[in-house]
């Protein structure tokens, strides 16, 4: 049986619960299993499938263990691969078709050039098994990170795990730094040094050094996730009063742009020290964004702008179409299902809001199996009444409770058994 939520207009209130960062925990676990030897487990709350298939992973490398289960998850995939190649172990990497699909040549064709070996099977229950032998090198590495950040991450990883020195040569414009910068913190807690030159676009990687690592500190709290909140407070801004806390406002994470969206877009918000509050008393006000940095939250920002006033242009959204679904196609269709105009031209894609409350007559949401879409449509849908949800459980994936948490804070929605 097929399920879809209906969502009843409604109007949210309260404090969400604390969400631990993915970006933070994937990098940290797969560095205590591969600097550390083993996994600690005292400091991770599991909120998400991607959090478990990451703590799963790394306690399987622990073990020697060499079949890995990454599914949907391109950062974990992605940070996996180099460093089971720096130890030369051959793996078996069980993902997604849509995963493997998402702009990984020029990744894999980097490290085929470095020494590594794949192979591709289909599998019975339509995942992929990507069979990954060989090694990689220390030595001079060029690579493109106009698709993902999360290329240059791996090797940041992966090569302190070799016995020479390496660099890495940026060949493109890198998008998203703001996780490098975690993934350079997160190492340096593990005693490793990353150098880079003036131009932030060449890096110079030592290898692992145990004494180094005795004398750093790798006990790392994972902050409170930017991502997900940057959603609630959405929520806030255009259909309640949010209270988000614990945020660290000093965070890498690109996602706490969010922030600065809010001010700009004239949201009542008031900012303390690690608490944000939202409401929806203000007129929300067009925006004029580069999304190249942050194009995680450029969801939650598409709803935002189409409850403001005037036009707006969110340029640099051309990678979205490289993440779970083509989330470029599913802002516009989404919008379309609001009744809310939108044209793409140039890399920009313009959202002509519609302030005012509005009749929607019942239209479906197709979330595409991607959990920022399906949460951003069950938050418009509490804003407009009448809206269906295909596939709504896809949310799992970066937050199991997701649903009992929007029905603590106010949201209500039916559950709609299709046969």
Known sequence: MHTEYEFIKSRFEGIPEFLPSKSFFQRIVLCEAYYKGRISSSNFLLKSVDMILAYNVALSITKGENIFYCLDDATLFRLLLPMQLAKKRKSVYIISKRLFERGNKEYFDLL?????????????????????????????????????????????????????????????????????????????????????????????????????????????????????????????????????????????????????????????IEINENCIKVNDKNLIKRLDYDFNECPDIALAVALLCSCAEGVSCLKNLNRLQYKESNRLNGIINMLSALDIKTTYDKNCLFIYGAPNNRQIYKKTIHSTNDHRLAMIAAIAGTKYGNILLSNPACTEKSYIDFYKEFKRLGGIYNVIGLG
Request: charged share 15%; net charge negative.
């Open 112 to 268: 085929i050039c470095q020494g590594a070996e794949f192979s591709v099977e289909e599998r019975i229950d339509g995942n992929l098994s990507v069979i990954v032998s060989g090694c990689i090198k220390s030595g001079i590495y060029e690579i493109s990170c106009n698709v993902s950040s999360q290329f240059l991450s791996g090797l940041l990883m992966a090569l302190p795990l070799l016995k020479e020195k390496s660099t890495i040569k940026l060949i493109s414009q890198l998008s998203s730094s703001g996780y490098v910068d975690i993934t350079i913190n997160v190492l340096q807690n593990y005693g490793i040094h990353i150098n880079k030159s003036d131009s932030d676009s060449i890096y110079y990687v030592e290898p692992f050094n145990d004494i180094l690592f005795n004398n750093s500190n790798s006990n790392i709290m994972v902050e409170n996730d930017w991502s997900t909140n940057a959603m609630w407070l959405t929520a806030g801004a255009i259909n309640g009063n949010i209270e988000v806390q614990n945020l660290n406002l000093r965070s890498m994470q690109p996602d706490k742009a969010i922030v600065d969206i809010l001010t700009q877009m004239n949201v009542s």
